[in-house]
Protein backbone atom coordinates (compact mmCIF):
# COMPACT_ATOMS: atom_id res chain seq x y z
CA UNK A 1 0.00 0.00 0.00
CA UNK A 2 2.54 2.46 -1.33
CA UNK A 3 -0.49 4.51 -2.28
CA UNK A 4 -1.62 5.30 1.30
CA UNK A 5 1.98 5.80 2.64
CA UNK A 6 2.56 8.61 0.49
CA UNK A 7 -0.62 10.48 1.21
CA UNK A 8 -0.33 9.92 4.82
CA UNK A 9 3.78 11.04 5.22
CA UNK A 10 3.27 14.68 4.13
CA UNK A 11 0.49 15.49 6.93
CA UNK A 12 3.07 14.79 9.75
CA UNK A 13 5.68 17.32 8.32
CA UNK A 14 2.70 19.83 7.86
CA UNK A 15 1.42 19.26 11.39
CA UNK A 16 5.15 19.53 12.93
CA UNK A 17 5.92 22.64 10.79
CA UNK A 18 2.82 23.94 11.99
CA UNK A 19 3.65 24.32 15.93
CA UNK A 20 3.68 27.01 17.80
CA UNK A 21 1.95 28.41 14.62
CA UNK A 22 -1.39 27.45 15.49
CA UNK A 23 -3.76 30.70 16.55
CA UNK A 24 -4.73 28.57 19.42
CA UNK A 25 -1.27 28.19 20.88
CA UNK A 26 -0.46 31.99 22.38
CA UNK A 27 -4.56 32.37 24.03
CA UNK A 28 -4.62 32.03 27.90
CA UNK A 29 -6.05 28.92 29.13
CA UNK A 30 -9.85 29.02 30.42
CA UNK A 31 -10.07 30.19 34.16
CA UNK A 32 -11.35 26.21 34.18
CA UNK A 33 -8.50 24.77 33.76
CA UNK A 34 -7.77 20.99 33.59
CA UNK A 35 -6.39 18.68 31.14
CA UNK A 36 -8.77 19.86 28.42
CA UNK A 37 -7.14 23.43 28.19
CA UNK A 38 -3.97 22.35 25.99
CA UNK A 39 -7.09 20.26 23.70
CA UNK A 40 -7.74 22.69 20.11
CA UNK A 41 -11.20 20.46 20.02
CA UNK A 42 -12.28 21.79 23.53
CA UNK A 43 -10.83 24.97 23.06
CA UNK A 44 -13.46 25.20 19.60
CA UNK A 45 -16.38 23.55 21.71
CA UNK A 46 -15.99 26.04 23.91
CA UNK A 47 -15.52 29.05 21.63
CA UNK A 48 -18.78 29.27 19.62
CA UNK A 49 -18.43 33.12 18.28
CA UNK A 50 -14.52 32.43 16.84
CA UNK A 51 -16.05 28.79 14.73
CA UNK A 52 -14.73 30.67 11.18
CA UNK A 53 -11.79 31.03 12.89
CA UNK A 54 -11.20 27.67 14.57
CA UNK A 55 -12.67 26.52 11.15
CA UNK A 56 -15.40 24.85 12.89
CA UNK A 57 -17.90 23.73 9.91
CA UNK A 58 -21.02 22.18 12.62
CA UNK A 59 -22.12 21.70 15.82
CA UNK A 60 -23.96 19.41 17.17
CA UNK A 61 -25.76 18.51 20.73
CA UNK A 62 -22.86 16.16 21.12
CA UNK A 63 -20.21 16.17 18.54
CA UNK A 64 -18.53 19.01 16.65
CA UNK A 65 -16.74 18.91 13.33
CA UNK A 66 -13.64 20.88 12.28
CA UNK A 67 -12.14 21.35 8.84
CA UNK A 68 -8.11 20.32 10.00
CA UNK A 69 -6.08 22.71 9.36
CA UNK A 70 -3.02 20.41 8.49
CA UNK A 71 -5.05 17.72 6.15
CA UNK A 72 -4.17 14.74 4.30
CA UNK A 73 -5.97 15.97 1.51
CA UNK A 74 -8.50 19.03 0.42
CA UNK A 75 -11.28 18.84 2.32
CA UNK A 76 -10.13 16.94 5.57
CA UNK A 77 -12.64 16.75 8.45
CA UNK A 78 -12.73 15.83 11.45
CA UNK A 79 -15.12 14.59 13.85
CA UNK A 80 -15.02 14.83 17.58
CA UNK A 81 -17.32 14.06 20.55
CA UNK A 82 -18.18 17.36 22.88
CA UNK A 83 -16.82 15.27 25.69
CA UNK A 84 -13.04 15.54 26.33
CA UNK A 85 -12.38 11.66 25.72
CA UNK A 86 -9.40 9.70 24.38
CA UNK A 87 -11.53 6.40 22.68
CA UNK A 88 -14.52 5.31 21.85
CA UNK A 89 -14.76 3.01 25.39
CA UNK A 90 -15.83 6.36 27.18
CA UNK A 91 -18.55 6.89 24.43
CA UNK A 92 -21.84 6.43 25.16
CA UNK A 93 -24.34 4.67 22.18
CA UNK A 94 -26.22 7.78 21.41
CA UNK A 95 -22.45 9.45 21.26
CA UNK A 96 -21.05 7.12 18.91
CA UNK A 97 -24.73 7.22 16.62
CA UNK A 98 -24.07 10.78 16.17
CA UNK A 99 -20.37 10.23 14.84
CA UNK A 100 -21.36 7.85 12.39
CA UNK A 101 -24.43 9.91 11.34
CA UNK A 102 -21.62 12.71 10.78
CA UNK A 103 -19.62 10.38 8.73
CA UNK A 104 -22.18 10.08 6.48
CA UNK A 105 -23.44 13.82 6.68
CA UNK A 106 -19.74 14.81 6.39
CA UNK A 107 -19.33 12.46 2.82
CA UNK A 108 -22.74 14.16 1.69
CA UNK A 109 -21.51 17.46 1.86
CA UNK A 110 -18.14 16.66 0.57
CA UNK A 111 -19.71 14.91 -2.42
CA UNK A 112 -21.84 18.08 -3.11
CA UNK A 113 -18.86 20.71 -2.50
CA UNK A 114 -15.80 19.27 -4.29
CA UNK A 115 -16.57 16.04 -5.56
CA UNK A 116 -14.36 13.51 -4.10
CA UNK A 117 -13.82 9.84 -5.92
CA UNK A 118 -13.77 8.16 -2.81
CA UNK A 119 -12.77 8.44 0.83
CA UNK A 120 -10.91 7.35 3.61
CA UNK A 121 -12.17 7.29 6.83
CA UNK A 122 -10.24 6.55 10.34
CA UNK A 123 -8.94 6.83 13.47
CA UNK A 124 -6.02 6.98 15.32
CA UNK A 125 -5.12 5.89 19.11
CA UNK A 126 -2.46 7.02 20.84
CA UNK A 127 0.87 8.71 19.68
CA UNK A 128 2.24 5.65 18.76
CA UNK A 129 -0.35 4.89 16.28
CA UNK A 130 0.16 9.11 14.96
CA UNK A 131 -2.78 10.25 17.07
CA UNK A 132 -1.79 14.51 16.82
CA UNK A 133 -4.15 14.84 19.81
CA UNK A 134 -4.69 11.22 21.69
CA UNK A 135 -6.74 13.11 24.51
CA UNK A 136 -9.35 13.93 22.36
CA UNK A 137 -10.18 11.20 19.74
CA UNK A 138 -12.13 12.11 16.55
CA UNK A 139 -12.40 10.78 13.06
CA UNK A 140 -10.52 11.61 9.81
CA UNK A 141 -12.83 12.08 7.13
CA UNK A 142 -10.18 12.26 3.95
CA UNK A 143 -11.61 12.63 0.05
CA UNK A 144 -9.70 10.81 -2.28
CA UNK A 145 -9.59 11.65 -6.15
CA UNK A 146 -7.99 9.07 -8.73
CA UNK A 147 -4.03 10.25 -8.95
CA UNK A 148 -4.17 12.24 -5.55
CA UNK A 149 -1.22 10.39 -4.13
CA UNK A 150 1.65 13.30 -4.56
CA UNK A 151 -0.87 15.85 -4.19
CA UNK A 152 0.19 16.99 -0.60
CA UNK A 153 4.40 16.28 -1.91
CA UNK A 154 3.63 19.02 -4.22
CA UNK A 155 1.75 21.15 -2.48
CA UNK A 156 2.44 20.88 0.96
CA UNK A 157 2.96 24.90 1.55
CA UNK A 158 0.81 25.79 4.82
CA UNK A 159 0.28 29.17 3.55
CA UNK A 160 -1.44 28.07 0.31
CA UNK A 161 -2.98 25.31 2.04
CA UNK A 162 -4.54 27.91 5.46
CA UNK A 163 -5.83 30.58 2.35
CA UNK A 164 -7.73 27.32 0.63
CA UNK A 165 -9.04 26.31 4.01
CA UNK A 166 -11.10 29.47 4.95
CA UNK A 167 -12.34 30.21 1.22
CA UNK A 168 -13.36 25.83 1.51
CA UNK A 169 -15.11 26.91 5.13
CA UNK A 170 -17.37 29.03 3.29
CA UNK A 171 -18.09 26.95 0.49
CA UNK A 172 -18.92 24.26 2.67
CA UNK A 173 -21.17 26.21 4.81
CA UNK A 174 -23.08 27.55 1.67
CA UNK A 175 -23.63 23.96 0.84
CA UNK A 176 -24.43 22.76 3.72
CA UNK A 177 -27.41 25.99 4.35
CA UNK A 178 -28.34 24.69 0.68
CA UNK A 179 -28.91 20.99 1.63
CA UNK A 180 -30.01 21.45 5.22
CA UNK A 181 -26.75 19.40 6.20
CA UNK A 182 -26.55 18.03 8.73
CA UNK A 183 -29.76 15.78 8.45
CA UNK A 184 -29.70 13.73 11.24
ZN1 LIG B 1 -10.68 17.94 24.34
Not at 149 to 164: H, P, R, Y
Request: aromatic residues 6%; glycine residues 6%; contains cysteine.
Amino acid sequence: MTERNNLWAPWRMNYITGLGTEPNSGKKADSKSNETSDCFICHNLSHPKNDDENLVLWRTELSIVILNRYPYNNGHLLIAPAKHIPDLDKADSEEMLDMMKLIRESQKVLSLTIKPHGFNVGMNFSRCAGAGLPGHMHIHVVPRWSGDTNFMSVCADTKVISQSLTELLELLKKVSKENNLPAL
